[in-house]
């Protein structure tokens, strides 16, 4: 399948730990260039950790980005040259940015366009250096530091729900995996450390080094913006902004430190290079409408729970509320929808947590061959209950969802298995991406006129605010460039 992909518990794991294995014998300093074991290393799992973020983004936005990403990083010593350097722009919707020992570094498409000049996005590629050049993932293994690669869904979903318990940590890892949601997380000070250092490459490289702090500002609006958009009440989507620890604190201590130095920004030529990029979901990892999940290219479609949001994966679609966690996901199919549900309470379980259902019921559901099990378990905070709700879409191909919630409560996702159906080849030929388009701001336009052509229903004055980093009382002037999203295929 071309995206959407099995859930496989032990490649996560391997990778969690083999990313934070000791790196045997002492820890080379940050002005040490990287030795040959951090580069197989990080050559090792570069590909694991493409396929997990959707893989690379094609085009001449990725050539840009890998450019001045290896332009700032030929500042930190860690290479004589910038063929040293490994950097991805990844075709995920998530905010996302990271890198693992070896010089491998990567970020999101979503974070890219978010950005609004190129000190930005070097400041974000610089702060990544900083972590590798810093040896963070081995000084928090060395110290014997849970560092895995986690995402806050994970840490969600065991300590509000399960409980701080063996079945929790367990299950959290099987709901986690393939949701685009991963990241190498450190702590407050590691996070500090490589802001410092990212402000140090960014000066050197010439770039004004506020940018820094513009782009964590930038973060913190984004990630408000999305939980009230969501109807939440804080903003713990996992995304770059809140798994590196509370960007708005970081903005104030980031400006403080890049000064009154200046530097270049190249803001027209960022927003230039950036035109026509995708933004929001691939539509060949399904789009998100609203609180509906539609993928044309397996003719599938489903609505969320009132009150729930939904992140779309390359290989899971997570569904999120307060009263329990989902995700929609597929599996090796034979035939057998029984064999099949049962087949995914064992890797939910993995290794350590033998799960089952109690039994498993056959139904149809808007005409499509269905199957469902739970299982009651037990955890930290009292019991759970473990639901899988299977459909058949062809002889081969079968879509779950897995979902969790306190015990008795898993009813709240009935209507949900309930609006799983097979859509059209019009319906699917519908489904349109959006795409940033960078337009010149002329006389007479304003903040609200161009909102407008803005391609959601919903937020959109505060979409475009955020977008170009406008504040409440900023205005446009003509001449001025800034990004719309519009639907373009």
Same mark, same amino acid.
Request: with cysteine.
């Given at each position: 399948?071309?995206? !959407?992909?099995?859930?496989?518990?032990?490649? /996560?794991?391997?990778?969690?730990?083999?990313?934070?294995?000791? !790196?045997?014998?002492?820890?080379?300093? @940050?002005?040490?260039?990287?030795?040959?074991?951090?580069?197989?290393?990080?050559?090792?799992?570069?590909?694991?950790?493409?396929?997990?973020?959707?893989?690379?983004?094609?085009?001449?936005?990725?050539?840009?980005?890998?450019?001045?990403?290896?332009?700032?990083?030929?500042? @930190?010593?860690?290479?004589?040259?910038? #063929?040293?350097? /490994?950097?991805?722009?990844?075709?995920? %919707?998530?905010?996302?940015?990271?890198?693992?020992?070896?010089?491998?570094?990567?970020?999101?498409?979503?974070?890219?366009?978010? !950005? *609004?000049?190129?000190?930005?996005?070097?400041?974000?590629?610089?702060?990544?250096?900083?972590?590798?050049?810093?040896?963070?993932?081995?000084?928090?293994? %060395?110290?014997?530091?849970? #560092?895995?690669?986690?995402?806050?869904?994970?840490?969600?979903?065991?300590?509000?729900?399960?409980?701080?318990?063996?079945?929790? #940590?367990?299950?959290?890892?099987?709901?986690?995996?393939?949701?685009?949601?991963?990241?190498?997380?450190?702590?407050?000070?590691?996070?500090?450390?490589?802001?410092?250092?990212?402000?140090?490459?960014?000066?050197?490289?010439?770039?004004?080094?506020?940018? !820094?702090?513009?782009?964590?500002?930038?973060?913190?609006?984004? *990630?408000?913006?999305?939980?009230?958009?969501?109807?939440?009440?804080?903003?713990?989507?996992?995304?770059?902004?809140?798994?590196?620890?509370?960007?708005?604190?970081?903005?104030?201590?980031?400006?403080?430190?890049?000064?009154?130095?200046?530097?270049?920004?190249? +803001?027209?030529?960022?927003?230039?290079?950036?035109?026509?990029?995708?933004?929001?979901d691939d539509p060949k990892q399904g789009v998100i409408e609203g609180s509906q999940f539609i993928h044309p290219e397996f003719r599938l479609a489903f609505t969320a729970p009132s009150g729930f949001y939904m992140v779309n994966g390359s290989r899971a679609v997570s569904i999120?509320?307060?009263?329990?966690?989902?995700?929609?996901?597929?599996?090796?199919?034979?035939?057998?929808?029984?064999?099949?549900?049962?087949?995914?309470? /064992?890797?939910?379980?993995?290794?350590?947590?033998?799960?089952?259902?109690?039994?498993?019921?056959? /139904?149809?559901?808007?005409?499509?061959?269905?199957?469902?099990?739970?299982?009651?378990?037990?955890?930290?905070?009292?019991?759970?209950?473990?639901?899988?709700?299977?459909?058949?879409?062809? *002889?081969?191909?079968?879509?779950?969802?897995?979902?969790?919630?306190?015990?008795? +409560?898993?009813?709240?996702?009935?209507?949900?298995? *309930?609006?799983?159906?097979?859509?059209?080849?019009?319906?699917? #030929?519908?489904?349109?991406?959006?795409?940033?388009?960078?337009?010149?701001?002329?006389?007479?336009?304003?903040?609200?006129?161009?909102?407008?052509?803005?391609?959601?229903?919903?937020?959109?004055?505060?979409?475009?605010?955020?977008?170009?980093?406008?504040?409440?009382?900023?205005?446009?002037?003509?001449?001025?460039?800034?990004?719309?999203?519009?639907?373009?295929?």
């Amino acid at each position: 399948m071309p995206t !959407m992909k099995k859930l496989a518990l032990a490649s /996560t794991a391997t990778l969690s730990l083999a990313l934070t294995g000791c !790196m045997g014998g002492s820890i080379p300093d @940050s002005s040490a260039p990287i030795t040959q074991q951090e580069a197989s290393q990080g050559a090792k799992f570069h590909p694991q950790l493409l396929e997990e973020f959707g893989g690379t983004y094609q085009g001449p936005q990725a050539a840009y980005v890998e450019s001045i990403g290896k332009n700032v990083a030929v500042q @930190s010593g860690l290479g004589n040259a910038r #063929n040293s350097f /490994t950097v991805s722009l990844l075709n995920s %919707s998530v905010n996302n940015a990271f890198a693992v020992p070896g010089g491998y570094i990567y970020s999101t498409r979503q974070l890219v366009a978010l !950005m *609004n000049n190129e000190a930005e996005l070097a400041g974000v590629l610089g702060h990544e250096v900083g972590h590798v050049a810093a040896r963070h993932s081995q000084r928090r293994q %060395s110290a014997a530091q849970q #560092n895995q690669i986690l995402g806050v869904l994970g840490a969600v979903l065991s300590g509000a729900v399960l409980g701080d318990s063996q079945v929790g #940590n367990t299950l959290s890892r099987g709901f986690l995996q393939g949701s685009q949601l991963l990241t190498l997380r450190f702590s407050r000070k590691q996070e500090l450390q490589a802001d410092d250092l990212g402000i140090e490459y960014l000066t050197k490289a010439g770039y004004d080094p506020r940018a !820094m702090s513009t782009v964590l500002a930038s973060l913190a609006a984004q *990630n408000s913006l999305d939980a009230r958009l969501a109807g939440r009440n804080n903003a713990t989507v996992p995304e770059w902004a809140s798994t590196h620890p509370d960007p708005a604190s970081r903005v104030r201590t980031a400006a403080a430190k890049a000064g009154q130095v200046t530097g270049t920004t190249n +803001r027209d030529t960022f927003l230039t290079r950036i035109d026509g990029m995708l933004y929001g979901d691939d539509p060949k990892q399904g789009v998100i409408e609203g609180s509906q999940f539609i993928h044309p290219e397996f003719r599938l479609a489903f609505t969320a729970p009132s009150g729930f949001y939904m992140v779309n994966g390359s290989r899971a679609v997570s569904i999120n509320g307060q009263s329990g966690k989902a995700q929609m996901s597929t599996g090796p199919y034979n035939g057998n929808l029984d064999t099949y549900v049962r087949g995914v309470f /064992t890797a939910l379980g993995g290794e350590q947590q033998k799960l089952a259902p109690s039994s498993v019921q056959r /139904t149809r559901i808007n005409g499509l061959q269905a199957a469902t099990g739970s299982a009651r378990v037990k955890s930290g905070n009292g019991e759970v209950d473990v639901v899988v709700y299977a459909y058949e879409f062809s *002889n081969n191909r079968a879509f779950h969802f897995a979902t969790i919630s306190q015990a008795g +409560r898993s009813g709240t996702f009935t209507p949900m298995f *309930n609006s799983m159906r097979r859509i059209s080849q019009s319906e699917a #030929n519908a489904i349109v991406p959006r795409r940033i388009d960078v337009v010149t701001v002329r006389r007479g336009d304003t903040i609200q006129s161009l909102s407008n052509r803005m391609a959601y229903t919903n937020g959109k004055v505060e979409r475009f605010r955020v977008l170009n980093a406008l504040g409440a009382n900023d205005q446009l002037r003509a001449g001025q460039k800034v990004k719309l999203v519009v639907k373009a295929r």
